[in-house]
């Protein structure tokens, strides 16, 4: 392994912890670019090679100079701390005008001779999925720790981290070294520094940690943002995924907006640990009515588990589709309640939360018992001022169990949006709320009571920083 490029991929990781005593147990750590284990034999190799490797993840550089940063025509500017001035390498990576560059952060030579460096990727999309980023940087190796994840406010924008050191067994070769990725989210931008090094958590931390504090990014003019929010997932007092949500400007001149949302979740049980992504793409015309509604998942094994996507067709229908490996399943059908997300919802979250209305109702994509696309219902109900009783329905209509009558409190602001969503098991806290939904005033929405006109379907916009984990 190394500190270089990324490859193009999307995988969603499920790896065994590998306990501390395997990595110790037989052999001398050789420092070299990662850290290397040979075959050694004794007590005296035992202890040897523990010591070797608490050196080496114990290794630090710097501090060294600030140099100036300033990417695609000025919209991004910054400052980065280097051994030497970086030359960025800037690349196009689609026909919709978005552009990818990276940077180098050289921070000399380690205290073995070995060349230390950061590479950081600065794009024009948001990059994701995350677990793809976390499981193409470790390709294919074991964690000897339980990973610990972060997520903090930065600037307008929110930074997520994921730290552990990981070992990779050969026949007579073992490779130790030191995860770190961090992404920074800024509007329609992100930021992705990683190192797989030995040692280095504090530079890491420092380097990047500096760097994306200064990182000023001006409005894209081909699709500003209008709108931003993140939320930090816990479980107890324990970070265990995030959310980011962005509505921006729909791309290639047309009207309306897109909103673009990333889900990422850490599981464990104390042995295994798996990540677990959801990324949704919702394209509107500007009276907000759903142009394409995408929602995909990445399982275990680093395989998509499922695509679910609507569009609309005639007689306010949409068609369905499912796609599940070299399968796919598609229909037609009816919504009960507007297809939309909780973020675009949070006006009618707001009359609820005031008593202006009793409820609210409203539909995402999902599967039913035979396996098919269907449409999913989510009742919004008022249980105090500031807070709101989410309920999803059943498929089942006789089914009366326990999971029935569960409801997350969502706790709202004025606005309507949510600052706050607990459940049985977890807590959803805002980070940060930055900008808000566009104006859609004037315009005329397809669920208004009037038919509406039968309407043409623009062309699938891709989801913006899909597949590119690097």
Known sequence: MNAGRFVPT???????????????????????????????????????????????????????PKHRLELFGGLVSGEYEAAAQSKPECTPVDSDGDSSCEVRLGLGKDEDGDPSDIYCMIDTTPRGPFGAIIAN?????????????????????????????????????????????????????????????????KTFDRVVGDFFRTLKFAPNPSRPAFMTMAYDLRKGDRTTGFRYGLIEKRVGGKAGSAEIDFAFRLETDGKTWQTMDHSLLVARDPAGNVELYRHAITGAGGKTVAVLSAKPSEDRKFRLKLERGDKSDALESTPKAPLTTELWSAGEFAKVARGARPSYRYATLGVDDTGEPAFKYLSITRSS?????????SDKKTEKGLDGSLKDELHVLGDGSVAKEVSTDSVSQRILAWGKLPDTTGTTSATAAVEPKERSVAKEPRAKGKGKGK
């Open 10 to 64: 999307q995988r969603l990781l499920s790896l065994v912890l590998v306990p501390l005593a395997m990595s110790t147990a037989a052999g001398c750590v050789d420092a070299k670019r990662s850290g290397h284990a040979r075959a050694g034999a004794g007590a005296k190799a035992h202890v040897d090679r523990s010591a070797e490797l608490a050196r080496l993840m114990s290794r630090e550089n710097g501090p060294f």
């Open 137 to 201: 940087r470790l390709n294919g190796a074991g964690l000897m720790e339980m990973p610990k994840l972060g997520i903090a406010k930065t600037g307008d924008g929110v930074t997520v981290g994921l730290v552990a050191n990981w070992m990779k067994a050969g026949e007579d070769l073992t490779t130790v070294g030191t995860l770190k990725v961090a992404v920074l989210f800024n509007q329609g931008y992100s930021a992705t520094c990683s190192d797989v090094r030995p040692g280095g958590r």
């Open 385 to 393: 001022n500031d807070v709101l009783l989410e309920e999803e329905e």
